[in-house]
């Protein structure tokens, strides 16, 4: 089992961005989804968690410019981000909380490249 992400890449200031991470293998059940971002020099940061009953929770920079979203039966999860800031440059993490057979686990994907240019 393992998470793969995409979407990343470089951007304008004011420009968007849609973040796609999708659970490969077979799991019993998904919880939590989200996205972490790690600038350099920084320590990784909540972006936005999303439970499998579509709340959600945005780290407070986010300022309503994100939107979290998931796709129970895809097992996906996406992340779309407007407005996008110079200060949003970070390499972004997907990750989820999957239910093998015995306990659950965090998973981590491998990490997406977000710049944005002023």
């Known amino acids: 089992v393992q998470l793969q992400a995409s979407g990343g890449g470089v951007v304008q200031a004011g420009g968007s961005l849609n973040l796609s991470c999708s659970v490969l293998g077979s799991v019993f059940n998904i919880g939590v989804m989200g996205w972490y971002r790690q600038a350099p020099g920084e320590q990784r940061e909540l972006v936005a968690d999303?439970?499998?009953?579509?709340?959600?929770i945005y780290g407070d920079f986010v300022k309503g410019r994100f939107t979290i979203s998931r796709d129970n039966a895809k097992k996906t999860v996406s992340l779309q981000m407007e407005n996008l800031k110079t200060d949003d440059t970070a390499v972004y993490y997907c990750?989820?909380?999957?239910w093998g057979r015995g306990d659950p686990s965090q998973y981590w994907g491998q990490g997406t490249q977000v710049t944005v240019s002023s």
């Open positions: 990750h989820a909380l999957l």
């Open positions: 999303i439970n499998s009953g579509g709340t959600a």
